[in-house]
């Protein structure tokens, strides 16, 4: 295991399988001490064409360098699933705006017409919203970078199974045919949006299963390990992807794996931070069962994180819209302010 500046592990995933398909019993070693100990590392040899990273950055950045009023041509609050543009400052962590202007999208789909009033994260599910006419190739580059993701995400999710001592497809049937993972292309901007001060984005834990976060070499990411009070820098690694566990590990491994806390800081006034965060996730309809921990496992366990502000839920779809409307208030109150007036009560 290589480790960059800041303790944050590496693992080179081309290294994950042996000659017969099987992981190898180092790679599994490793992945299994960063999950449980920091929480983050970083992943390289994942398989990204030669010059898709920078390709990406470069549509990212082009995207974000348009005029307004074309960015405000797919506005997120023209979605009620919560996809397309959202503007400085206005999504919101921990009740305060964050210094940064993204794009939201997931698979591309049809909307759920009809759906149990008791299952309403159905309404998460729809099309994308993209500048077709202005800028046909973000909508190629990001979703070939989610094609990508997706395979790198299910791969780490079968080395983390084995790392349980679970069979590599223990979690497989939760992501069955329609896994709802999520990506956003965001752009950082500071000394702008006043309200958020020095919070690009304010510390969180993720909702999902594993995420797969590009970012450029500006820097600003910090993590919070479990059980200290001291914040450690993410240091860039030029083309290296960023893995953290969301929620839903910290739920079925009752805390052996944590959803490890984490912030970033804006930029400095004048500069500019790019970040690709992608969230492998299950179908929205996935409740997600503990798995059945060794001995050894269950001793090191510490129990799911205890958060009034942030309970975590075992079903899939629930914790994911749970934190679309904290996030986004503007959104749900144009298209679903039921979930607000349920949410208050």
Do not use: C
Request: charged share 20%.
């Amino acid at each position: 295991m290589l480790h960059t500046p800041g303790s944050i592990p590496t693992l080179d995933l081309s290294t994950a399988r042996s000659a017969d398909g099987s992981f190898t019993p180092e790679f599994i070693e490793e992945l299994r001490a960063a999950a449980h100990t920091v929480g983050f590392f970083h992943v390289v040899g994942y398989g990204a064409a030669p010059t898709q990273v920078d390709d990406l950055f470069d549509v990212t950045r082009r995207f974000f360098e348009l005029p307004l009023e074309q960015r405000l041509a797919i506005h997120n609050r023209t979605s009620p699933h919560f996809r397309g543009y959202a503007g400085l400052g206005t999504e919101i962590t921990r009740g305060r705006p964050d210094a940064r202007e993204q794009i939201d999208f997931s698979p591309e789909r049809a909307p759920v017409a009809e759906y149990p009033a008791d299952e309403p994260y159905w309404l998460l599910q729809g099309p994308n919203l993209w500048p077709r006419e202005t800028l046909p190739e973000l909508e190629d580059r990001a979703m070939a970078w989610a094609d990508l993701m997706s395979q790198v995400g299910a791969e780490l999710l079968s080395a983390i199974a084995v790392a349980l001592h679970l069979p590599e497809d223990h979690f497989a049937e939760a992501f069955a045919a329609t896994p709802a993972w999520m990506a956003k292309l965001v752009h950082y901007v500071g000394g702008v949006v006043d309200e958020a001060g020095s919070q690009g984005v304010g510390a969180h834990a993720d909702y999902g299963f594993v995420t797969l976060l590009l970012q450029d070499e500006v820097g600003g990411l910090e993590v919070l390990p479990h059980g200290t009070d001291t914040w450690v820098p993410v240091t860039p690694v030029p083309g290296a992807l960023v893995v953290n566990l969301g929620e839903m590990l910290e739920v079925a491994t009752e805390g052996y794996l944590a959803a490890t806390v984490h912030r970033v800081t804006a930029p400095a006034p004048g500069v500019d931070r790019y970040a690709i965060p992608f969230f492998w996730s299950p179908r929205l309809d996935a409740v997600i069962e503990p798995v059945p921990l060794s001995d050894e496992l269950r001793a090191s366990a510490r129990g799911v994180s205890d958060d009034p502000e942030n309970p975590m839920l075992s079903s899939y779809g629930s914790n994911v819209l749970k934190g679309r409307v904290r996030a986004h208030p503007d959104v749900t109150e144009l298209h679903h302010p039921e979930l607000l007036s349920r949410r208050t009560a």
